[in-house]
Every structure is written in C-alpha cells, then in structure tokens.
C-alpha cells in the first residue's frame, strides 16, 4: 500500500514539470532579432515576458534603458495596438478575462497569484501568492501617467493593455499588484504608458 501510495505521489509531483516543459517555447521577433520566451495556458498562447520594441510614443521606465532590458517598454494605447510583430495580437478584454478565469477556476482572486514572478527580486515585499505556477512570468513595470509624463510604481505594479475599448480617449487594462493575488481589471487614459504582453493569433 505504501508503495502505491508514494508512486502516485511521484507521478503527482512530476506531471507538471513536463506539462510545463512541453508548453514553453520562444519566438524571436524579426524586427529587431529580440527573443521573448512562450508559454502556452490553457488553449491560450502568450509572450512569457513584456514586449520590448521599440515604437513611436513608447518608453523606458525613467526613460532608462536598462529598465526597458527587464520590464519591457512603456506604451501609450494607440502605440500598443501596433507593437505585437506579426503571428500576435494585443489581447482583448475577453482574452484577458479568459486566462484570469482558467488560472482563478472561474475568477480573478487567485490568479494573479499564479501569474506574477516569485520572490522580491523585481517585486516588492511581500508579493503576496506570487509562485508563477503558470510561467505567465508576470513583473512589476510600473506605468507612466499622462500628466507630468513622470514614472510610478515601478516594484509594486505591472499594468497591462487590452485592445478593448473603453471609450475614445479610454481603454481596458488589466493590473497585478505587489500586496495581493488577484487580477484587477478597470480601464484608463489611453494617453498612460503600459506594459504590452502579446497573444498568439
């Protein structure tokens, strides 16, 4: 009995280091030669890591290049429309919803948990749930407001871009923060700077 039992505690332990193996990848943007690691989740197929072209109306945090080596560029709504290289899309408010409710089984309290990079190297104590379990590899970028055209929040929150719109000068986003595991939704200012994270068409 013994024996069964610790061979199904085996097989639980290891199935989901090659489900994982087998569902991450990279692409290399032929644009520019940039390597961005894949993961795939649940039929959904993302970048593992924030967008990092170059474009018009684009940014690094601080306007320092090497924030943009780690958390991706800062993008203004019409820009991050455009920036995914061709094969991917800026995800949709739906699509967001989609990857939140399969990682939160059926709700966005946990998930972002589960999408966040572990530990305080790029995020803030306490980062609270953070075990990216999804390999989602979410991190704190920050974003840069429309007003002042200063920088924030870099270490505490990663915000996102959806395609959806909101209204004209206003569009969905979605936001993951260091002091919870949930995945907040809302929309803004198209004129702030997000963080692009590409879907697979």
Known sequence: MKK??????????????F?????????????????????????????????????SDSWCYDNNLSNCDVYGRLYNWDAAVRACPSGWRLPSESEWTKVSNYLGLGGAEVAGGKMK??????????????????????LPGGNRISIGLLFYEVGNDG?????????????????????????????????????VRCLKN
């Open 159 to 195: 915000y996102w871009w959806s395609s959806s719109e909101y209204s004209g000068t206003a569009a969905f986003c979605r936001n993951l923060n260091y002091g919870d595991d949930q995945v907040h939704g809302g929309y803004t200012d198209k004129a702030r700077g997000f963080s």
């Open 19 to 55: 489900l994982k193996s087998q569902t991450t990848g990279t692409f290399t943007d032929k644009r520019d030669g940039q390597v961005y690691k894949t993961v795939a989740i649940g039929s959904q197929i993302w970048m593992a890591e924030n967008l990092n072209y170059q474009t």
């Open 4 to 17: 069964i039992f610790f061979t199904i505690m085996i097989i639980l332990l290891i199935i989901p280091y």
């Open 117 to 138: 990079e572990a530990g305080t190297s790029h995020w803030n104590l306490p980062n609270t749930g953070a075990s990216n379990s999804s390999g989602f590899n979410a």
